[in-house]
């Protein structure tokens, strides 16, 4: 049977409650798994939407007031999931990299007109800036799970991955020790480049347009 959405107060509950760390790692893994799909659940609702449209100045109503307080409070706590999420892939977990992955199937940007969903740009900057700084060395099983996972199947995933490496590149240029310009060259090596229009007529992507 399909488990029921849960209401805001029970969601809002489960979320305080997985945001608090553990720590066992499996456990701590298993924790943060559940966090991705219970904020998966509520995108899916409508309740946690990801855009840049800019929020009407005039609260017309009180529904829509605890409407955008909601949306508020989504935000905030998913970003400290992916806070969390973060930190752990510097830690060189190999499950919060996947996990995160989920995360970003799961949180789409969406456009003004709401027609058309969009890779959320900061969540993979976020995601390639903490594999950056990873403790350790990207071994040859993860980079195999990187490539073959997400960045290899998807061509938006590609185009908004060079887009935020070249925004770190940027962002680092004085302050990159040589460590860390290795590891971003590596996952830069890491993403496919189309040689032409067939190769793109012929890729799939992760939120296709409509």
Not at 28 to 46: I, M, P
Not at 161 to 169: D, E, N, P, T
């Amino acid at each position: 049977m399909k488990a029921s959405q849960p209401s805001s107060a029970e969601a809002a509950q489960q979320i305080k409650s997985l945001l608090k760390g553990i720590h066992e790692e499996r456990a701590d893994a298993a924790r943060l798994d559940e966090l991705r799909r219970l904020f998966g659940q509520l995108v899916k609702s409508g309740d946690l939407t990801f855009s840049d449209k800019e929020k009407e100045a005039t609260i017309t109503s009180a529904t829509t007031k605890a409407s955008q307080k909601w949306q508020a409070f989504l935000e905030k706590q998913h970003q400290k999931m992916v806070s969390q999420l973060m930190v752990r892939i510097v830690q060189n977990k190999k499950t919060a990299v996947r996990t995160m992955w989920g995360v970003i199937a799961a949180s789409p940007k969406q456009a003004t007109n709401k027609a058309l969903t969009t890779v959320h740009p900061d969540l993979i900057y976020q995601w390639l800036k903490a594999m950056m700084g990873m403790e350790e060395e990207i071994d040859k099983s993860l980079r195999h799970m990187i490539e073959q996972e997400f960045l290899h199947p998807y061509l938006d995933v590609q185009y908004y991955a060079l887009v935020s490496i070249a925004r770190l590149a940027t962002d680092g240029y004085n302050s990159l020790d040589n460590e860390e310009a290795e590891r971003l060259l590596q996952l830069l090596m890491m993403v496919p480049i189309p040689t032409g229009q067939k190769d793109i007529d012929a890729g799939n992507y992760l939120f296709p347009t409509p």
